[in-house]
């Protein structure tokens, strides 16, 4: 029996480190979806992830002839943007779709589509998906961003009110990593001030080391997700 994981944006950052953690396992076997594969990883699999209709079949594809052979089923929705920033009256719109469609409209649809494979799948059942402390507080440039996650929070919440009346629920969480060491952290710390007022913040955390690794993080995201807590708090934080 397996433990199954599909994991978005497993290319880089946390969902990378997350991937490579849970595969150090042989009891495991993770999925990896990502826009790119630059390391040729076998269990990576390009996809567009703004296009719903295909995360949602190659999600299915892989998912729905190892059901039999699984013990339980992990979905952790981690792909996202922080683009568009800019305060609001300086926000590019020609990226505003996308960050709609990455940072809400793909956690929606794979999580739906999780939900009805697993209906009847007797082992346990998680969906963990990464979220922000901008989704629970207002910063300035960060309109998008910050709407974005709050989306996120409030779904999760939605879910697992559905799920409560279930003999065997998916047990949910939306949890914010902290403040991690990635690219996107590159990309807040290229704005100016003008689109972003609070990237002196971010810059002195780089300077100052108070930048989590990746696989610090990914690490106490896989104990949250094996712990008691998993499913308890619809909303909630990897530092509390």
Known sequence: MKALYIITGASKGIGEALANQLEQDSNNEVLRLARTNPNALPN?????LTDE???VKVMTDWLKPRLEIAKSVTLI???GTVEPMGIVGKINASQLLQALMLNVGVVIALTSAFVTLTDNFDGQKFVMNIS???GRNAYEGWGVYCATKAAVDRFTEVLMKEQSIKANPVKVTSIAPGII???????????SEE??????????????????????????LINYLHSEKMGTFAITDIRD
């Open 44 to 48: 990576l699999i390009t996809v567009d």
């Open 53 to 55: 209709t295909a995360s």
């Open 77 to 79: 929705n981690n792909a």
């Open 132 to 134: 922000s402390g901008a």
């Open 181 to 191: 060491d990635t690219g996107m952290q590159s990309i807040i710390r290229s704005h």
């Open 195 to 220: 689109y972003f007022p609070n990237v002196d913040r971010f810059i002195d955390y780089k300077n100052t080391g108070k930048l989590s690794s990746p696989e610090a993080t990914a690490a106490a």
